[in-house]
């Protein structure tokens, strides 16, 4: 069954098991809120995807404007970045408890969504196959 393995469905894939490993960089994050000398992660995804969408790639030729696109897809993997800079605590640690909270009420409706519209095509393909009545 070719269905579930196209590009957009494997996209949404990626996305799912990044906010997957964001919620437990987040989730280590606040864990050592108060842990001296501890400096916070953070999950790249969104922008590396947005990047290599924008670089390109080959192309098919199509010779009518009904024809699939056929194009490089995009391989992105989530990357985990710790950010050694900054510092807001005296103990030198850099966790803002309030700002990782939020950001992870903000994955996790992410996540929800992600969640439904995978969710809504595998409906829709097994309408598709099943047919209604």
């Known amino acids: 069954?070719?269905?579930?393995?196209?590009?957009?469905?494997n996209q949404m894939e990626r996305s799912l098991d990044a906010a997957t490993l964001r919620q437990r960089v987040i989730a280590d994050n606040v864990a050592?809120?108060?842990?001296?000398?501890?400096?916070?992660?953070?999950?790249?995804?969104?922008?590396?995807?947005?990047?290599?969408?924008?670089?390109?790639?080959?192309e098919g030729y199509r010779t009518d404007p009904k024809h699939f696109y056929i194009g490089r897809p995009a391989r992105v993997e989530a990357q985990i970045v710790?950010?050694?800079?900054?510092?807001?605590?005296?103990?030198?640690?850099?966790?803002?408890?309030d700002a990782e909270m939020s950001l992870m009420a903000k994955n996790q409706l992410r996540y929800n969504v992600m969640v439904q519209q995978i969710s809504?095509?595998?409906?829709?393909?097994?309408?598709a196959i099943q047919g209604r009545g």
Do not use: H, W
């Not at 069954?1 to 957009?8: E, F, H, Q, R, W």
């Not at 790249?44 to 670089?55: G, K, M, P, T, W």
């Open 1 to 9: 069954m070719d269905i579930l393995n196209k590009a957009g469905f």
């Open 32 to 58: 050592n809120a108060d842990t001296p000398y501890f400096k916070k992660s953070e999950v790249r995804f969104e922008e590396l995807l947005q990047q290599e969408l924008n670089v390109s790639s080959f």
């Open 82 to 97: 710790k950010d050694k800079q900054s510092t807001i605590n005296n103990n030198l640690n850099n966790v803002d408890i």
């Open 120 to 127: 809504n095509d595998i409906k829709k393909a097994r309408t």
